[in-house]
């Protein structure tokens, strides 16, 4: 799944929208640490009111909002898995009974309360529905337009939503002028917060994969492994941060601890020209260990061979043909993504800037050194330019 497919169905997420329709919605409510279904409701979801419209979609689109694999994961289903998921969910999404659907779906649930106790009142809301999306791109010049040919994919998304207590508050009653002490008891939906939830069936080169499912979470590089594998049935994915620290380790292995920024910022640089360079390809670029040889090569990291690389994957992840995911292995490159902390200060740089910044030792010291072009202004201050480092070497900046 590419992150503008998920891109154009959290589009699809809004009020009137003509490429979308939303026909049920069920909200199940369960009581925290208790194993049971407190109360359910289905309805017909145009029959909603619209003020609850508008929250449900706002839920829905924040569900969806987010990185792959960083809070979008898309998962292959388990191939033995017993009563699997799978198999319900396909069953929901081509029944036309709502009756069936809806019945089904407490199945779902009943999977989500075994062997959990949720700490919170939780409520837990599916929709069935679909979206369409053009077959051609728009041609402004020609009398039709991408609407004309519509391809159209059923989907069921669930999200999970903790609840929280009002707070005690003080009001002034206008009637009876008066100041009341107001408890309110009935606890708070957070729709706008959802902690995990699916979106099925997951989308591949524009088509509905029943063999997939996008899961979402609602914490960055924190799916619910519990969720994942005994609700959905699903094959676990390495999120971006597991896989960033995979690529961390098996550059150490093969290069060392210790790297200057120039060569760590030469890093970043060639991965990232391999992203940019396969944008429009049909899956995401991968990194294998010829690749990762070619790139530490490029880099001028010394003495990096074909064996010792085979070696250091071998030794990290135990498969010499493991393949990382290049969106995964680096900062955001455009961004202030990268953090150098000291007990002095903290410094926030971008990777395609690193090669301007430098650790050198002055006078016995260890000082970070960063070439700029202009003056630096502290609180309105412009500082002055002090002359003690002329006999360190300058970065680097080719």
């Not at 194993?35 to 969806?64: A, C, S, T």
């Not at 679909?130 to 391809?151: I, M």
């Not at 669930?158 to 707070?167: A, I, L």
């Not at 990232?272 to 001028?300: F, K, M």
């Amino acid at each position: 799944m590419k992150k503008k497919e998920v891109a154009h169905i959290r589009k699809q997420f809004k009020l009137d929208h003509d490429l979308l329709s939303i026909y049920d919605i069920l909200n199940v409510y369960i009581m925290k640490e208790t194993d049971e279904i407190y109360h359910w409701e289905r309805h017909p979801f145009e029959l909603v009111d619209r003020e609850k419209q508008e929250l449900y979609m706002g839920n829905f689109k924040k569900l969806l909002t987010g990185e792959l694999d960083h809070k979008l994961f898309e998962l292959k289903f388990q191939d033995e898995a017993e009563e699997p998921t799978s198999v319900l969910l396909h069953q929901a999404l081509v029944t036309g009974d709502p009756e069936e659907w809806q019945d089904l779906m407490l199945l779902l649930v009943q999977k989500m309360l075994a062997d959990t106790k949720y700490e919170k009142d939780t409520v837990v809301t599916f929709v069935r529905g679909q979206y369409f999306q053009p077959t051609k791109s728009r041609n402004e010049e020609a009398e039709e337009t991408g609407k004309d040919e519509l391809f159209a994919h059923p989907f069921i998304l669930c999200s999970v939503n903790s609840t929280e207590q009002q707070r005690k508050t003080l009001l002034f009653d206008y009637v009876e002028r008066e100041f009341r002490y107001n408890v309110n008891v009935d606890p708070i939906i957070k729709l706008s917060t959802p902690e995990q939830g699916f979106f099925y069936p997951s989308v591949t080169d524009g088509y509905s994969d029943v063999n997939r499912v996008l899961y979402c979470t609602g914490k960055s590089n924190d799916p619910n492994p519990h969720f994942i594998s005994e609700v959905l049935n699903a094959e676990r994915s390495v999120t971006a941060m597991e896989e960033r620290a995979i690529f961390e380790e098996i550059v150490k292995e093969v290069a060392g601890e210790q790297l200057d920024a120039a060569t760590i910022a030469h890093v970043y640089e060639e991965i990232h020209e391999v992203i940019e360079s396969n944008q429009d390809a049909e899956e995401p670029p991968r990194l294998d260990y010829t690749d990762v040889e070619r790139v530490l090569t490029a880099s001028g990291v010394d003495n990096v061979t074909t064996e010792i690389v085979e070696r250091a994957f071998e030794t990290i992840v135990d498969d010499k043909y493991y393949e990382l995911k290049a969106d995964s292995v680096i900062p955001k490159f455009t961004s202030k993504s990268i953090k150098i902390n000291t007990k002095v200060a903290t410094i926030s740089i971008s990777p395609q800037d690193l090669r301007y910044i430098k650790q050198v030792n002055y006078q016995g010291k260890r000082c970070i050194m960063i070439e700029v072009d202009e003056d630096a202004v502290i609180e309105g201050f412009t500082l002055a330019t002090e002359n003690l480092l002329e006999s360190v070497e300058r970065p680097d900046i080719s």
